[in-house]
C-alpha cells in the first residue's frame, strides 16, 4: 500500500479524479454534526467522507473548533481521503484568529500604521507574525495559508477588506506582503496573495454582489498591481482571484471567470506560474453572474488551478467532466493544472509535528503580539481616567454572533473591578439606550457579510448627542481607525480614550491599561 505521504503520479489518475483535486471544498473545523454552525456550506460527517473518498477531492478549507479539536478534526479528514489533501484556513490574523488556543494576532493594518514611521520594525513584524503563523498551522496539520491580503485598501468605506489590508498606500502593502510571505516559507505550507487584481477601492462587499473598479491601465499598474509582483518576487504559492468586474481589462467577464486577467495578466504578463484559486464560489459577487456550473467550468477556462468553495462538488465535477468529453475545457488545461497542484502538494504534504501543542502560543508569539499592539495604539484627552464610575457601555456588531466578548472578557472585568458595571448593546438594540454617563466601548470594523465598513446610521446621531450633553466618560475603539476618525472632530479635547486595532483580550488589556494607567 502506498504510504499517505507519498503522492501517486497524477497522469495516473483518471480525468474524474484529476478534476476531483481541483475542488475545495468547507468543512467545519468541530467534530461533530450537531456542532455545524453553518449548514449551507459544510457538510455533515457522512456526506463529508463520502465526498473525500469517492469524488478524490484535492481539498478542505476549515473554520471554528479550538486548536486541539482542529488537530484531530485534520487527522480524521486526511485519513479519509486516498491522496493527502491540502487543508486551508483564512489565517490573515494567525491560526488564534480561527481556532481558539494559538496565537491570534492584530489585523494587518496595524503594521501599517507602525510602518508610516518604523518601516524597518514593521517588517520585522510582518516577518515573525509569517512564521508564527506558519509554525502553528502545521502544529495542528493546516499547510495552506489562505493569507496575506495584498489588497491595497484606499477606500475608507470599504466593508469588507478595511483593516485586513496592511496599508492604504501600495509601498506599505507591497513591503509588508512580501516580508510575511518570506517569514512563512520557512516552512514547508503555502501562501495566498488575495485578492487579485486587488479589492481595496471598492464600496461593495464581493460576499453580497459583484463590485466594478473602473480604474485605468495606469492606475491599475500603479496601485493595485505591485503588490501582487512584490508578493510573486518573494514565492507567494498561490493567487486568489477576486470576484470583481475590471472594465478597463475586461468589460464582460468578472475576474474569477476571465482568460484575459487570469491568463493574459496574471500568468503571462505578472508571470506567475503557481496556484490560481478562486476566492469562495458561494460568494454573491460570482453567484449573480451565472450558475454555479457555468462559474466552475469558465474559471478552469479562464486559468483557476482550484476551485474554492463549489455549491455542490458532484455536480461540479460532472460539469467540468462534461466540458472536457464536449471538448469545451481541453485535457491540456486540466493537465496544466494538475501539474501545479502536484508541484504544491509535494512541497507540504510530508510536514508533520509530532508536538503539535507545545508549539502554540509560545512567548516569542505573545512578545511579537504585544509589541505589535503597542506600538500601534493611539491616544489622546486627559489621560488616565479619573471621572466617578459609570455605566461600561460596550457596542458590537451582534450579540448574537460574538466571540471577542464574554463575561470574562477584560472589556468586561478590568472596568467592572474600578466599579463601572457591564452593558452591552448592538445596533438593534442601541436605539433604545437611556441617556446618562457612560464608559464607552465599541468594536466596529470590516468584515465579510456586514455591508458596511462604518457606525451604524442609527447610531451617529447618538453618539453625537451622548457627545454633546458631554455624557461620555472615556472612549475605547476596537477595530476601525475610519471609526476613530469619525469621532476625532467631534470630541472634547479633555475626553480620554484610547485606539485599538486588535479586538482580541489581549488588545483590550493593553487598551484599558491605558486607560487608566497612561
Not at 7 to 21: A, D, F, K, N, V
Not at 39 to 61: D, H
Request: hydrophobic residues 40%.
Amino acid at each position: 500500500m502506498r504510504p499517505k505521504s507519498i503522492l501517486p503520479p497524477w497522469s495516473e489518475l483518471s480525468l474524474e479524479q484529476q478534476i476531483g483535486q481541483m475542488l475545495v471544498i468547507r468543512a467545519s473545523g468541530y467534530c461533530f454534526d450537531h456542532q455545524i454552525r453553518y449548514p449551507t456550506w459544510e457538510a455533515p460527517q457522512r456526506e463529508l467522507s463520502r465526498w473525500l473518498k469517492e469524488l478524490n477531492l484535492g481539498g478542505v478549507i476549515l473554520l471554528g473548533g479550538s486548536a486541539l479539536e482542529v488537530t484531530y478534526r485534520i487527522q480524521q479528514l486526511q485519513e479519509w481521503a486516498d491522496i493527502p489533501l491540502l487543508i486551508a484556513a483564512d489565517l490573515e490574523e494567525g491560526v488564534g484568529q480561527r481556532f481558539t488556543g494559538a496565537t491570534w494576532f492584530p489585523p494587518p493594518f496595524a503594521l501599517g500604521a507602525i510602518a508610516q514611521t518604523q518601516p524597518e520594525l514593521a517588517q520585522e513584524y510582518a516577518r515573525n507574525m509569517g512564521a508564527i503563523t506558519a509554525k502553528e498551522a502545521l502544529a495542528i496539520g493546516i499547510n495552506w495559508l489562505l493569507a496575506p491580503v495584498t489588497d491595497v485598501n484606499n477606500n475608507p468605506a470599504n466593508p469588507v477588506i478595511n483593516i485586513r489590508a496592511f496599508g492604504e498606500t501600495p509601498e506599505i502593502v507591497t513591503n509588508l506582503t512580501s516580508a510575511l510571505i518570506t517569514g512563512a516559507r520557512q516552512y514547508p505550507v503555502l501562501t495566498t496573495a488575495k485578492h487579485f487584481p486587488g479589492h481595496g477601492d471598492t464600496s461593495i462587499d464581493s460576499h453580497l454582489s459583484l463590485p466594478t473598479l473602473n480604474h485605468s491601465l495606469e492606475r491599475l499598474e500603479t496601485v493595485e498591481l505591485p503588490p501582487f509582483r512584490g508578493a510573486i518576487a518573494a514565492g507567494v504559492d498561490s493567487i486568489m482571484s477576486g470576484h470583481l468586474l475590471i472594465p478597463s481589462w475586461d468589460s464582460q467577464y468578472p475576474a474569477t471567470v476571465s482568460p484575459q486577467i487570469l491568463t493574459h495578466q496574471l500568468r503571462e504578463n505578472l508571470g506567475f506560474n503557481g496556484l490560481i484559486v478562486t476566492d469562495a464560489l458561494v460568494m454573491g459577487g460570482i453567484t449573480s453572474y451565472a450558475s454555479p456550473e457555468t462559474v466552475a467550468v469558465e474559471a478552469i477556462q479562464a486559468g483557476a488551478d482550484l476551485l474554492l468553495m463549489p455549491h455542490n462538488p458532484e455536480i461540479t465535477l460532472n460539469a467540468i467532466l462534461e466540458a472536457v468529453n464536449s471538448g469545451y475545457l481541453s485535457q491540456e488545461r486540466i493537465s496544466q493544472s494538475l501539474e501545479r497542484i502536484w508541484r504544491a502538494k509535494t512541497r507540504v504534504i510530508s510536514a508533520h509535528n509530532p508536538n503539535p501543542l507545545s508549539q502554540l502560543s509560545q512567548p516569542v508569539a505573545t512578545e511579537t503580539v504585544t509589541g505589535i499592539l503597542t506600538q500601534s495604539n493611539r491616544w489622546g484627552g486627559n489621560l488616565p481616567l479619573t471621572t466617578k464610575p459609570c455605566t461600561n457601555l460596550i457596542v458590537l456588531d451582534n450579540l448574537l454572533d460574538c466571540e471577542i466578548v464574554a463575561f470574562d472578557s477584560p472589556a468586561v472585568t478590568i472596568p467592572e473591578a474600578k466599579g463601572y458595571p457591564p452593558l452591552l448593546v448592538d445596533s438593534q438594540t442601541f436605539p433604545y439606550l437611556p441617556l446618562q454617563p457612560y464608559l464607552l466601548q465599541i468594536f466596529v470594523r470590516g468584515n465579510p457579510f456586514r455591508g458596511s465598513a462604518g457606525l451604524s446610521p442609527q447610531s451617529q446621531p447618538i453618539y453625537q448627542q451622548l457627545l454633546q450633553q458631554r455624557l461620555i466618560q472615556g472612549l475605547v475603539i476596537y477595530g476601525s481607525p475610519y471609526i476613530l476618525d469619525w469621532f476625532l472632530p467631534q470630541l472634547p479635547p479633555d475626553l480620554p480614550w484610547v485606539f485599538s486595532y486588535g479586538q482580541m483580550s489581549q488588545a483590550q488589556a493593553i487598551a484599558l491599561k491605558q486607560l487608566w494607567s497612561a
